[in-house]
């Protein structure tokens, strides 16, 4: 039982290149969110899936592309990469209570 | 807007010598408040969820309580152990799923 699984755990981008962030879960919850962290910042919230087939933006989509690819899977995609964009990115899925359990992280270096 | 604020942004203890960490919060209709644990280069753990003012919930040496404007995360006779950056969060009822995170405190104890 892994939980919440992310891939890469590191990438180092030139601007302009474009990536996929990829995020599982084996827990069978339907909520599943992307974050960003950056220092003095918190958490903010890029996009996030309430279910299967339904995703919503969050605080700072822009940038970003997610694809809710089933019930298991979150993926999100940097386009064409901005050094405004380095940062640490983190899946997150929604429990019975609603807290949260999170990913180990992929941390994004844009040069 | 709903909002949350977390102070001192730093705090070092020695081992044994308690103190609070706060979390103010601004929310329209609070769902509820949580608290996590981020160890560096990992994901925020979960560890408390408050509903409503005066709730008290305690694990080890970690106590959060909860009032209609602020929680505090008391830690009593803290070990080096419990260094980490701890998290706080708020949900409220009109927000669906979304999650608002405190930027969090930095906790140090030293042997």
């Known amino acids: 039982n892994a939980g919440v699984t992310q891939t890469p755990k590191f990438q180092v981008l030139k601007t302009g290149q474009s990536m996929t962030l990829q995020c599982a879960q084996d827990m069978n919850h339907n909520s599943m969110y992307w974050y960003r962290q950056d220092p003095g910042m918190g958490l903010r919230l890029i996009y996030y899936s309430a279910s299967e087939g339904t995703t919503d933006k969050g605080e700072v989509p822009n940038g970003y592309n997610v694809s809710r690819l089933n019930k298991r899977e979150f993926s999100l995609r940097l386009e064409s990469a901005a050094p405004s964009q380095t940062s640490v990115y983190f899946c997150?899925?929604?429990?019975?209570?609603?807290?949260?359990?999170f990913g180990p992280g992929t941390r994004l270096t844009v040069l | 807007e709903d909002q949350v604020t977390q102070s001192p942004e730093a705090l070092r203890l020695q081992e044994g010598e308690s103190s609070s960490l706060n979390c103010s919060y601004t929310v329209s209709g609070l769902r509820g408040l949580f608290w996590y644990r981020q160890d560096p280069g990992k994901g925020p753990e979960f560890l408390f969820t408050l509903y409503s003012a005066g709730e008290e919930k305690e694990k080890e040496r970690l106590k959060a309580t909860l009032t209609k404007k602020e929680s505090f995360l008391h830690i009593t006779a803290p070990k080096p152990e419990d260094s980490a950056t701890y998290l706080c969060?708020?949900?409220?009822?009109?927000?669906?799923?979304?999650?608002?995170f405190g930027a969090g405190t930095r906790l140090f104890v030293k042997a």
């Open positions: 969060a708020v949900q409220a009822h009109t927000g669906g799923f979304k999650t608002i």
């Open positions: 997150a899925i929604t429990a019975n209570y609603n807290e949260q359990f």
